[in-house]
């Protein structure tokens, strides 16, 4: 799953990287964009691409919002299937967060490189606003030992057929479910502040050295 994420950027560099005509006034830095947080995503129409506001998480009945939508059936559940086939978004971040589930230690993870991610999104208009989620795949090895799903990240060769108002096309349907490739991520573990929705400022990037892990003795 992914369930926190982290965007750092100038608005003007982050909408030029994405190809946004409008909307740079929506980005703002997070350093944990945390569910039914005010988050920018990308959306296209006749005009170009726009930066616009959303509120991360489809809204469900008697549950808390849905924030990622699995790779695997995202074109077929009722939830996202109609979002899917005409209303897709690209969710631009930093990096992201993710909880190790033998002593929920966080790590966080962005590029070897230290491009930005692009995450595969959907959304849909609700009222008067937009909400959106983010599609999650399997893992890859850099995610191993800390979660078992992670986010889809898009390359910039895909932004244009993902965000076309039509069905996508199969071949990149098929590529969906892949997860990145192995050892373009790197990871390290951060504090556990990051677990308090409330804190939000550039240290909670930072490095720790974790506990070790305990172990059974027979």
């Known amino acids: 799953m992914c369930g926190r994420f982290v965007?750092?950027?100038e608005p003007k560099k982050v909408a030029q990287n994405l190809g946004a005509v409008a909307g740079e006034e929506n980005w703002t830095e997070s350093y944990n964009a945390a569910p039914s947080a005010i988050i920018p995503i990308v959306t296209a129409d006749s005009s170009g691409r726009s930066m616009v506001p959303a509120v991360w998480g489809f809204t469900s009945s008697g549950r808390g919002p849905l924030f990622n939508a699995r790779a695997e059936t995202v074109d077929t559940l009722p939830s996202?299937?109609?979002?899917?086939?005409?209303?897709?978004?690209?969710?631009?971040?930093s990096g992201f967060y993710e909880w190790r589930p033998s002593d929920r230690q966080p790590f966080y993870f962005e590029m070897v490189n230290g491009h930005p991610l692009?995450?595969?999104?959907?959304?849909k208009q609700v009222g008067n606003h937009l909400q959106a989620t983010v599609i999650t795949t399997k893992p890859n090895t850099d995610m191993g030992g800390v979660?078992?799903?992670?986010?889809?990240?898009l390359s910039p060769d895909t932004w244009t057929s993902w965000l076309s108002a039509t069905p996508i096309p199969d071949n990149l349907r098929r590529r969906l479910p892949s997860p990145s490739t192995d050892g373009t991520l790197s990871r390290w573990p951060v504090g556990r502040g990051v677990g308090i929705i409330r804190n939000d400022y550039p240290g909670l990037i930072d490095p720790v050295e974790?506990?070790?892990?305990?172990?059974?003795?027979?």
């Open 7 to 9: 965007r750092k950027g």
């Open 80 to 93: 996202f299937r109609d979002a899917f086939r005409v209303n897709r978004c690209l969710i631009p971040a």
């Open 118 to 123: 692009t995450f595969a999104g959907i959304w």
């Open 147 to 153: 979660h078992d799903r992670m986010p889809v990240i």
């Open 210 to 218: 974790p506990p070790a892990i305990a172990q059974e003795l027979f």
